[in-house]
């Protein structure tokens, strides 16, 4: 008969229409705003920076070795190191940045940044309504604007979160473990020195550095590797 | 590392492609007066290719693409490439007479550094598979002499359709004029643009006020 | 320029010639794509394509950067399938640079492309029949299972479209088990759906009558021409890089690839629902056997890889036929020539032969059964 392939058509139409009346799997519309489904834990959108404690000035984990402004694939970041030092979470002086800024218009959420950086520093936020009536100045995010508490991306990947406070606390004991036994190494190296049957070694330096704020340790492994899965 | 022996197989050759030699005794068989050149890849990939003169191109891809065993009948890609002028420079011991100090001539080896300018040029590299014999690539390369007023190449359209297009973006973003082709004209720049933006020392215009570019 | 917009000319015996700029900005042209049309009455008598309006220098833009920071470009050519199109650039450098990927990586791999592919052609099919005037329902019981697949590309990647997922020998990050479980639960549906799709518009007369015998594309033409992917697969010819190349672990999986007789419209239509059904053999397969391990080859530098001087050619069978990428190294840190090698501007070149002598209403569809993607076309 003619017609009976769109009649069948038609038939598959009014079983979904009629469907949707009752199964909740053929009406597939959100109804947006008043409705929200929850992004799943690994979605990205723009970047933020993080800090330790409760003031971002103090606590902000950035060390500003440039590497996410060098790897960044649209040159988004623009990054002025500071000139002096401030002490991080394991109490070394590092380098911060003066000026962090992120032009948000240019950026292209690839994550890359996040990946590369090896002080845990930055990371990806979710929030999407980000819209602005200043096209330039709104979509330029400084340091300020960008820095958010260690809390908060705990509500947003809290997963991700665990395991990084759970390596950096790991990377905290063995660095302080590490200080306290050069500290007894010199310490007994100090002892030997006051014994007059022990012959003084020339130069006896190592006593200095345990009177420094006890957690630095000389070397390069107290600097928290990236965790990046699976990658270097 | 649990690789597998699939995946590192190189697809050069594959099973029924000869040697990149063979191809090249096939060609100069075949296309009397062919200038035939083998261009080794050093990567792992292992894909070497063959460098043509632009005389006989047109002949070559013909002969490759009807001949019984290889029926290159798939030109996947068509490629440019630009090579900008380079120098060598090389210490060279050369002997020579000089004037002695006591006036009298001697001859005595010197070290002279001779500096020689190699002219740039635009590369068409062509991909060919067979999807016949299921094989390939076989990878052609064609020259031309220079970057700046001998541009020209023999266009291949009329032997794979699947270069026009191609061919069309390489003129437009190299410069590389293709003679033969059936509508050579630009492709993905507007009608009006001078120059050609793939190149390696293309300078690109001023994009507005805020970043005047270099020539401002 | 391909002369006046509008121009009346005469050719002996015919009527008056008309020339039509179809686009850019046109509904049916799948992007900012133009047609200059020469049309007698209905009948084409010359089409030629225009494109370049979404040239973004993609090309230029990778050589200028690290080999890294081109993934999250490549993201952006074929901007709805970017699992693949990330696959295509990792698949040629690790030939170029000699990289081994793990088993646990190659079947994540295989199992987001084939839900990439999936996704396209359910979203194919739905334009396709929207340009033939089914004003969207099919379209929207096709987005209907897409979001259910950028769905789990979220949860996986972060991303639903711009997933920036594989890295050099390998992925970024490993899939849970609960989203294997996820999939798990998807894929046992999708044969329904595919039934229902096909059920909609399958035995439709107005369909069949317009898309049969419109749009031919003659096997030698096709070969000749370049064309890959189910474009030249409904022309009759049997080459899937898939099959062909073996690259990744295909060559495990048990999968058909069918072929079209009449290299029409309705085969083309018809082609990409078939694929459906072998990709969800395909996945059912890489589900049932996807083994634990590492998702990438810990040698290799995620920052400053650096390949010996050389180059590579290393292609995939992507949703719109062979993807290929082809890289030129100088032993820096960047590329010396990055070149895409686009199927779907490929496809294009016979356009004009398809439609000469159509009407100018199956221009429309003839062009919607090409599936071109801009992003891919202009780079």
């Given at each position: 008969?003619?017609?009976?392939?769109?009649?069948?058509?038609?038939?598959?139409?009014?079983?979904?229409?009629?469907?949707?009346?009752?199964?909740?799997?053929?009406?597939?519309?959100?109804?947006?705003?008043?409705?929200?489904?929850?992004?799943?834990?690994?979605?990205?959108?723009?970047?933020?920076?993080?800090?330790?404690?409760?003031?971002?000035?103090?606590?902000?984990?950035?060390?500003?070795?440039?590497?996410?402004?060098?790897?960044?694939?649209?040159?988004?970041?623009?990054?002025?190191?500071?000139?002096?030092?401030?002490?991080?979470?394991?109490?070394?002086?590092?380098?911060?940045?003066?000026?962090?800024?992120?032009?948000?218009?240019?950026?292209?959420?690839?994550?890359?940044?996040?990946?590369?950086?090896?002080?845990?520093?930055?990371?990806?936020?979710?929030?999407?309504?980000?819209?602005?009536?200043?096209?330039?100045?709104?979509?330029?995010?400084?340091?300020?604007?960008?820095?958010?508490?260690?809390?908060?991306?705990?509500?947003?990947?809290?997963?991700?979160?665990?395991?990084?406070?759970?390596?950096?606390?790991?990377?905290?004991?063995?660095?302080?473990?590490?200080?306290?036994?050069?500290?007894?190494?010199?310490?007994?190296?100090?002892?030997?020195?006051?014994?007059?049957?022990?012959?003084?070694?020339?130069?006896?330096?190592?006593?200095?550095?345990?009177?420094?704020?006890?957690?630095?340790?000389?070397?390069?492994?107290?600097?928290?590797?990236?965790?990046?899965?699976?990658?270097? | 590392?649990?690789?597998?022996?699939?995946?590192?197989?190189?697809?050069?050759?594959?099973?029924?492609?000869?040697?990149?030699?063979?191809?090249?005794?096939?060609?100069?068989?075949?296309?009397?007066?062919?200038?035939?050149?083998?261009?080794?890849?050093?990567?792992?990939?292992?894909?070497?290719?063959?460098?043509?003169?632009?005389?006989?191109?047109?002949?070559?891809?013909?002969?490759?693409?009807?001949?019984?065993?290889?029926?290159?009948?798939?030109?996947?890609?068509?490629?440019?490439?630009?090579?900008?002028?380079?120098?060598?420079?090389?210490?060279?011991?050369?002997?020579?007479?000089?004037?002695?100090?006591?006036?009298?001539?001697?001859?005595?080896?010197?070290?002279?550094?001779?500096?020689?300018?190699?002219?740039?040029?635009?590369?068409?590299?062509?991909?060919?598979?067979?999807?016949?014999?299921?094989?390939?690539?076989?990878?052609?390369?064609?020259?031309?002499?220079?970057?700046?007023?001998?541009?020209?190449?023999?266009?291949?359209?009329?032997?794979?359709?699947?270069?026009?297009?191609?061919?069309?973006?390489?003129?437009?973003?190299?410069?590389?004029?293709?003679?033969?082709?059936?509508?050579?004209?630009?492709?993905?720049?507007?009608?009006?643009?001078?120059?050609?933006?793939?190149?390696?020392?293309?300078?690109?215009?001023?994009?507005?006020?805020?970043?005047?570019?270099?020539?401002? | 320029?391909?002369?006046?917009?509008?121009?009346?000319?005469?050719?002996?015996?015919?009527?008056?010639?008309?020339?039509?700029?179809?686009?850019?900005?046109?509904?049916?042209?799948?992007?900012v794509f133009r047609m200059d049309v020469r049309l007698e009455g209905e009948k084409v008598v010359r089409l030629k394509p225009v494109f370049g309006y979404l040239h973004r220098?993609?090309?230029?833009?990778?050589?200028?950067?690290?080999?890294?920071?081109?993934?999250?470009?490549?993201?952006?050519?074929?901007?709805?399938?970017?699992?693949?199109?990330?696959?295509?650039?990792?698949?040629?450098?690790?030939?170029?640079?000699?990289?081994?990927?793990?088993?646990?990586?190659?079947?994540?791999?295989?199992?987001?492309?084939?839900?990439?592919?999936?996704?396209?052609?359910?979203?194919?099919?739905?334009?396709?029949?929207?340009?033939?005037?089914?004003?969207?329902?099919?379209?929207?019981?096709?987005?209907?299972?897409?979001?259910?697949?950028?769905?789990?590309?979220?949860?996986?990647?972060?991303?639903?479209?711009?997933?920036?997922?594989?890295?050099?020998?390998?992925?970024?990050?490993?899939?849970?088990?609960?989203?294997?479980?996820?999939?798990?639960?998807?894929?046992?549906?999708?044969?329904?759906?595919?039934?229902?799709?096909?059920?909609?518009?399958?035995?439709?007369?107005?369909?069949?009558?317009?898309?049969?015998?419109?749009?031919?594309?003659?096997?030698?033409?096709?070969?000749?021409?370049?064309?890959?992917?189910?474009?030249?697969?409904?022309?009759?010819?049997?080459?899937?890089?898939?099959?062909?190349?073996?690259?990744?672990?295909?060559?495990?999986?048990?999968?058909?690839?069918?072929?079209?007789?009449?290299?029409?419209?309705?085969?083309?239509?018809?082609?990409?629902?078939?694929?459906?059904?072998?990709?969800?053999?395909?996945?059912?397969?890489?589900?049932?056997?996807?083994?634990?391990?590492?998702?990438?080859?810990?040698?290799?530098?995620?920052?400053?890889?650096?390949?010996?001087?050389?180059?590579?050619?290393?292609?995939?069978?992507?949703?719109?036929?062979?993807?290929?990428?082809?890289?030129?190294?100088?032993?820096?840190?960047?590329?010396?020539?990055?070149?895409?090698?686009?199927?779907?501007?490929?496809?294009?070149?016979?356009?004009?032969?398809?439609?000469?002598?159509?009407?100018?209403?199956?221009?429309?569809i003839t062009l919607g059964s090409v599936d071109i993607v801009l992003g891919e076309v202009d780079r």
């Open positions: 008969m003619l017609g009976e392939g769109i009649i069948q058509g038609l038939l598959e139409t009014a079983r979904n229409f009629f469907g949707s009346y009752v199964d909740k799997k053929r009406l597939t519309t959100v109804q947006y705003p008043e409705e929200r489904w929850a992004l799943p834990e690994a979605s990205r959108n723009f970047p933020i920076l993080l800090y330790d404690g409760p003031d971002p000035d103090a606590g902000l984990r950035c060390v500003s070795c440039q590497i996410c402004e060098k790897e960044c694939p649209p040159r988004c970041i623009h990054i002025v190191k500071s000139k002096d030092k401030k002490p991080d979470f394991a109490g070394k002086q590092q380098f911060y940045p003066a000026v962090f800024d992120i032009d948000v218009s240019v950026c292209m959420s690839c994550q890359i940044c996040v990946e590369v950086c090896p002080f845990d520093a930055i990371r990806m936020d979710k929030v999407f309504e980000l819209s602005t009536t200043d096209r330039f100045g709104g979509l330029l995010w400084d340091k300020h604007e960008l820095a958010k508490s260690n809390e908060y991306y705990h509500t947003i990947h809290p997963t991700e979160a665990a395991e990084c406070d759970e390596r950096r606390a790991k990377e905290l004991a063995d660095a302080k473990a590490k200080a306290a036994a050069s500290a007894a190494a010199a310490a007994a190296k100090a002892a030997q020195a006051k014994d007059p049957a022990a012959a003084p070694p020339p130069h006896s330096t190592n006593g200095s550095l345990a009177s420094t704020n006890g957690a630095a340790a000389p070397g390069k492994s107290e600097l928290p590797k990236s965790e990046v899965k699976g990658t270097q | 590392m649990t690789a597998l022996p699939a995946q590192q197989a190189p697809l050069a050759g594959g099973p029924g492609l000869p040697p990149v030699e063979d191809i090249k005794a096939k060609i100069e068989a075949g296309v009397p007066g062919a200038v035939v050149a083998v261009i080794h890849n050093a990567s792992p990939s292992a894909q070497h290719s063959l460098l043509l003169d632009a005389e006989h191109a047109r002949d070559v891809a013909l002969f490759l693409r009807d001949h019984p065993d290889l029926r290159l009948d798939y030109c996947s890609l068509m490629t440019g490439v630009d090579w900008l002028d380079t120098e060598t420079t090389e210490k060279v011991k050369v002997k020579k007479v000089v004037d002695g100090p006591d006036g009298s001539q001697q001859e005595t080896e010197v070290e002279e550094v001779r500096k020689t300018k190699h002219p740039g040029y635009l590369e068409a590299v062509y991909h060919l598979f067979s999807m016949e014999k299921k094989h390939g690539p076989v990878i052609l390369r064609l020259r031309t002499a220079n970057r700046t007023d001998q541009t020209h190449l023999p266009s291949l359209t009329p032997v794979w359709r699947s270069a026009e297009f191609q061919e069309r973006e390489a003129f437009d973003l190299y410069g590389i004029i293709f003679d033969g082709h059936p509508d050579l004209r630009r492709i993905l720049m507007w009608d009006g643009f001078v120059d050609h933006p793939m190149r390696k020392d293309y300078v690109p215009p001023a994009d507005d006020a805020l970043h005047p570019g270099v020539h401002a | 320029m391909t002369g006046p917009l509008l121009e009346l000319d005469s050719v002996a015996g015919a009527g008056e010639i008309m020339e039509v700029s179809m686009g850019p900005h046109h509904p049916s042209t799948h992007g220098n993609h090309e230029k833009i990778a050589e200028h950067g690290a080999y890294l920071s081109a993934i999250p470009y490549t993201d952006r050519l074929d901007y709805l399938c970017s699992m693949t199109n990330n696959w295509g650039y990792c698949l040629a450098v690790e030939k170029l640079a000699g990289i081994a990927v793990p088993e646990r990586a190659e079947y994540i791999r295989v199992i987001v492309a084939e839900l990439t592919r999936f996704q396209n052609h359910a979203g194919l099919v739905g334009f396709l029949l929207q340009d033939m005037g089914a004003s969207g329902t099919p379209l929207m019981y096709a987005f209907r299972e897409r979001e259910k697949v950028l769905d789990l590309f979220e949860s996986l990647s972060g991303a639903r479209m711009m997933c920036n997922y594989m890295r050099f020998g390998g992925v970024r990050v490993d899939c849970t088990t609960a989203w294997l479980d996820e999939v798990r639960r998807l894929v046992p549906a999708l044969p329904r759906f595919v039934d229902e799709f096909e059920n909609l518009l399958r035995a439709n007369e107005i369909l069949m009558a317009r898309t049969q015998g419109t749009g031919k594309l003659p096997r030698d033409l096709a070969i000749n021409a370049g064309v890959t992917g189910p474009m030249l697969r409904a022309s009759g010819v049997n080459y899937d890089v898939r099959k062909v190349d073996k690259y990744g672990i295909y060559d495990r999986f048990d999968f058909r690839v069918p072929l079209g007789d009449h290299g029409d419209v309705y085969d083309r239509y018809m082609m990409r629902i078939l694929e459906m059904r072998e990709t969800v053999k395909i996945l059912e397969q890489a589900l049932r056997d996807i083994p634990g391990g590492p998702i990438i080859d810990p040698k290799v530098r995620l920052r400053g890889l650096r390949p010996k001087a050389g180059e590579a050619y290393g292609r995939i069978e992507s949703p719109k036929g062979e993807l290929g990428f082809y890289l030129i190294s100088d032993g820096s840190t960047n590329p010396y020539r990055y070149r895409v090698r686009p199927p779907s501007m490929i496809n294009l070149t016979i356009l004009e032969d398809m439609c000469l002598g159509e009407n100018i209403a199956d221009v429309v």
